[in-house]
């Protein structure tokens, strides 16, 4: 898996063609202040049930920090 820096992601959002995924846990989620606004919101606990359903066509980026 590529890690990749704050810059590096500024620099995707908005892109069409990529996908953000907030999969941090429920308690880090709800606690948190930060955002990314457009990420889509997963349980990590539960990739079998939502993986499925993302194009395989775009660029998925998974963040938990």
Known sequence: VKRMSIEELKGLLGNPGVMILDVRSSGDWKLSKAK????VREDPEKVDTWMSKYPKDKTLVFYCA
């Not at 990314?36 to 990420?39: F, T």
């Open 36 to 39: 990314i606004k457009g990420a």
